[in-house]
């Protein structure tokens, strides 16, 4: 699976939109981004996933680039619940292959 | 849909006994993972399974430890004569697949503590 580099930490303005970044420079045309997020000591939640297209669900909305080497994560209207590690994971798209999880950022909403 | 459980949620033991933990999958999901995460590092995968058969494990288990999913419903993870480095959080996740990709959901997780 490509290697995705994440900033390690970033702050965010409750009711403001938090925009995370993702580079993954090296992804092939049979990887899928995804996005997971983990709250202090629970288990990782996923958020989102997309091949090539942006998409949108209840909880966020994922760009990515035309060139597929980056993609943002956009949470629309930060809430101090959303305060978490963020994973981008790069995965081949077949079923039954793990999930590889790099370091994340860490992302801390403030009032 | 009730997620996914893993019991006990925290285990305490002494080196060198024997652990086991369990997970309860969602409903009619057939792809069952294990991960292991240590205090400040992201998940690390450890095996998975399609129904009843284990399809893969990762060279982080070791020969201590065993997994089984009978029947391809729950599963348990046993480690044998515990060591101090098998303190981690332990996490199962499920997935339902007919081809193509899957996508995993993450029970809350065991934490175990080896004294």
């Known amino acids: 699976d490509a290697k995705t580099t994440q900033p390690t930490s970033m702050d965010c303005a409750e009711g403001r939109a938090a925009n995370l970044p993702c580079n993954h420079s090296?992804?092939?045309?049979?990887?899928?981004v995804y996005w997971y997020r983990q709250i202090h000591s629970q288990g990782p939640q996923y958020i989102i996933h997309g091949l090539k297209n942006n998409e949108t669900n209840e909880m966020a909305s994922l760009i990515i680039t035309e060139d597929r080497k980056s993609s943002t994560l956009i949470l629309p209207h930060a809430t101090l619940r959303d305060t978490a590690v963020y994973y981008c994971?790069?995965?081949?798209?077949?079923?039954?292959?793990?999930?590889?999880f790099g370091g994340g950022t860490r992302v801390l909403v403030k009032p | 849909d009730t997620g996914v459980s893993q019991n006990p949620r925290h285990k305490i033991t002494k080196r060198g006994q024997n652990v086991t933990f369990r997970c309860d999958p969602i409903s009619e999901h057939n792809r069952l993972y294990w991960y292991r995460q240590t205090l400040g590092q992201g998940p690390e995968f450890l095996t998975y399974f399609q129904n009843e058969a284990q399809l893969e494990k990762s060279r982080l288990l070791s020969d201590r430890f065993s997994a089984e999913r009978p029947k391809g419903s729950f599963s348990t993870l046993e480690i044998q004569r515990t060591e101090q480095g098998d303190s981690a959080m332990y996490l199962c996740?499920?997935?339902?697949?007919?081809?193509?990709?899957?996508?995993?959901?993450f029970g809350p997780g065991t934490r175990l503590t080896v004294l």
């Open positions: 994971i790069v995965r081949v798209r077949a079923a039954g292959n793990k999930l590889t």
């Open positions: 996740a499920s997935s339902y697949t007919s081809g193509g990709t899957d996508t995993q959901y």
């Open positions: 090296t992804i092939s045309g049979n990887e899928y």
